[in-house]
Nanobody
Framework: QVRLIESGGGLVQPGESLRLSCAAPGGIFSNYAMAWFRQAPGKEREFVAGITKSGDSTSYIDSVKGRFTISRDNAKSTVYLQMNSLKPEDTAVYYC?????????????????WGQGTQVTVSP
């Protein structure tokens, strides 16, 4: 099991930005494809963005394309989610996931390797 520690959530106004971080200490980070998911109240957890082990390829859900950017720093064992032009519908708890199956359009999560989540609230 991979330990994952998310940070960077908060309360922002529509149009503002946040950067989420997910650190994975103790493992061989460069061996893992990584992804961000989110879960809004009363809704199922959904895929947001994924990235390959090397960072050479990414995938996103349509609703965040052009606004969110996933990246990773293998030297720091950390994956990031830069979120720009935030909207109220982006409000959710954001989770990172490690060592799932990455594809060009989505990412199938590892059912064990979840972080604790970080709350993002977008409200006027």
């Amino acid at each position: 099991q991979v330990r994952l520690i998310e940070s960077g959530g908060g309360l922002v106004q529509p149009g503002e930005s946040l950067r989420l971080s997910c650190a994975a200490p103790g493992g061989i980070f460069s061996n893992y494809a990584m992804a961000w998911f989110r879960q809004a109240p009363g809704k199922e957890r959904e895929f947001v963005a994924g990235i390959t082990k090397s960072g050479d390829s990414t995938s996103y859900i349509d609703s965040v394309k052009g606004r969110f950017t996933i990246s990773r720093d293998n030297a720091k064992s950390t994956v990031y989610l830069q979120m720009n032009s935030l909207k109220p519908e982006d409000t959710a708890v954001y989770y990172c996931n490690a060592d799932g199956h990455f594809t060009s359009t989505t990412y199938f999560p590892n059912l064990v390797n979840w972080g604790q989540g970080t709350q993002v609230t977008v409200s006027p």
